[in-house]
């Protein structure tokens, strides 16, 4: 008989920012600040509450293929300027029917270009659809200004999720449509969902699943080898992938992520608003060394801003290759005097933490004298992220296709090029995949020429599961984790 104790889960996961973080950090840094999932940022609300609480038209299934969620089909005209959804029979948590009103009121909030309720991302994703209207009873139609290649995945994300019309607390309370409802949210510990027993669609293999937040990663490896969590989300120490291995309840279980651990550079800011300075930041860094040291080796160097597994990647880890030399040649052209000082603000995660010792070092020997600033996430949300009031920082970027946000001259890089800006818009309207595919490694090698960040390596998605817990997610390719698999078996 299978066991009928709630699936306990992790959430020493990887914060990173979709346009923000997840990791084994202090709770208050990990855990969701509130439940606006349209309207803060981080990736710790949208991580437990989408796709499996809130759902939109569509979703990102686990090999990052766009799949139908709560439209059972949609059409796309063949010059790209307008979507037809067709809605299934669904109803919200506390009862009443999902109707077409309903998603023309949610997704209208994100086409007022002036609102204050939604992220800038989100108005930036559907910057280009012009109207959002019902065509029939279960039918929704968007229309655009110009093509949008990347319109499917914006309805993904949070900018996607479809809300009850007139919904007001959004901070505090969840009614969606997804295979769980929001039980209880314990702040500073635990998120639990229970099965909702009337979801449109193959309901949750576990009648309830707990997300638990951990302080550090010890207290978290303890937790995990003592039974008492089920699934760890992310391995937040890999050195000690040994001590999971030899344990015949555990297994460890590989698979991929978009999460680019960046070293951001303020563009705006002296001396980083110098090319040259940037470009030395990254000689003066050995990605390999840095992999070993901050995650036992495990991780992919990347030369820009795009994963492996995107259609437009191209290997890029030879420009500004590690060379101290010509780092101190660049800072000297610059006019950068030895000594000078600047800051490294460091969120309480794993990958940035560790980190920012050898960066620190690295930087100190080409000759910046660099401060390490431990922050709070409210703390890096707030000052660093949207005022960008900040020299340097690391952090993880983990939303798929996501290069339209060094496109944004206010995003907390503020990196502004004009050239830059072209080539996304032009691989947002390109007629073909072939075309976009062309623009946007255009746009990856103008970047890293540029040096708008430096990009430190892709963490790969480790999870460690109890071997009675079948239906664990294998990728990290979307924005949330979704859990409705899970089950004891």
Not at 153 to 177: C, E, P, W
Not at 309 to 334: C, F, G, I
Not at 339 to 350: F, K, M, N, R
Request: a negative charge; glycine letters at 6%; hydrophobic letters at 40%.
């Amino acid at each position: 008989m299978k066991s009928r104790r709630l699936l306990v889960v992790s959430l020493a996961a990887i914060v990173g920012i979709g346009a923000v973080v997840s990791s084994c950090a202090p709770a208050d840094t990990l855990e969701p600040v509130n439940l606006d999932i349209s309207g803060t940022a981080g990736q710790a609300i949208p991580q437990v509450l989408l796709d499996n609480v809130y759902e939109g038209l569509v979703r990102v299934d686990d090999d990052g293929s766009i799949v139908p969620a709560l439209a059972s089909d949609y059409i796309v005209s063949d010059d790209g300027l307008t979507y037809d959804f067709t809605l299934r029979e669904a109803t919200f948590h506390n009862g009443e029917s999902l109707t077409v009103d309903d998603v023309v009121w949610s997704l209208e909030r994100v086409l007022d270009d002036k609102s204050t309720v939604v992220l800038p991302t989100q108005l930036a994703q559907f910057a280009r659809v012009a109207e959002v209207a019902s065509t029939a009873d279960n039918q929704v139609r968007l229309t655009l200004t110009e093509r949008d290649n990347d319109l499917l995945y914006s309805l993904t994300q949070r900018g996607g999720v479809i809300f009850k019309k007139g919904t007001t607390d959004f901070a505090n309370t969840a009614n969606g449509t997804g295979p769980f409802t929001l039980a209880q949210w314990d702040k500073g510990s635990s998120i639990t969902l229970e099965r909702y027993a009337d979801y449109w669609g193959r309901r949750a293999d576990t009648a309830s699943v707990v997300f638990r937040y951990f302080a550090d990663a010890a207290a978290l490896s303890n937790a995990l080898l003592a039974g008492d969590i089920d699934v760890m989300t992310t391995v937040q120490s890999p050195e000690s992938l040994s001590a999971y291995d030899s344990r015949d309840d555990l297994r460890v279980q590989s698979g991929t992520t978009n999460c680019e651990v960046t070293l951001g550079m303020n563009n705006s800011r002296a001396p980083f608003n110098d090319v040259r300075v940037r470009t030395a930041v990254r000689q003066a860094l050995d990605k390999d060394a840095l992999i070993e040291a901050a995650w036992a080796g495990y991780g992919t160097r990347i030369g820009s801003f795009v994963p492996p597994t995107d259609e437009w990647y191209e290997d890029l880890t030879d420009v500004a290759p590690y060379d101290p030399a010509a780092s101190r040649d660049l800072l000297a052209e610059a006019g950068v005097a030895t000594g000078t000082e600047v800051s490294l603000d460091v969120p309480p995660i794993a990958y940035a933490t560790n980190s920012s010792e050898f960066i620190a070092a690295a930087l100190g020997e080409v000759g910046l004298d660099v401060t390490i600033t431990p922050v709070t996430w409210e703390e890096w949300l707030d000052r660093v992220f949207t005022k960008a009031d900040y020299d340097l920082t690391i952090v993880c970027h983990i939303e798929r296709n996501d290069m339209a946000i060094y496109a944004n001259p206010d995003y907390y890089f503020r990196f502004d090029n004009a050239e830059y800006q072209g080539f996304i818009a032009a691989a947002a309207s390109s007629p073909t995949a072939t075309e976009r595919s062309d623009n946007l490694r255009k746009a990856a090698r103008l970047l890293t020429e540029q040096s708008a960040s430096d990009w430190l390596w892709l963490i790969p998605n480790l999870q460690v599961a109890k071997r009675d817990v079948a239906g664990v997610p294998r990728n990290s390719v979307g924005d949330s984790y979704f859990a409705a698999r899970l089950e004891r078996v």
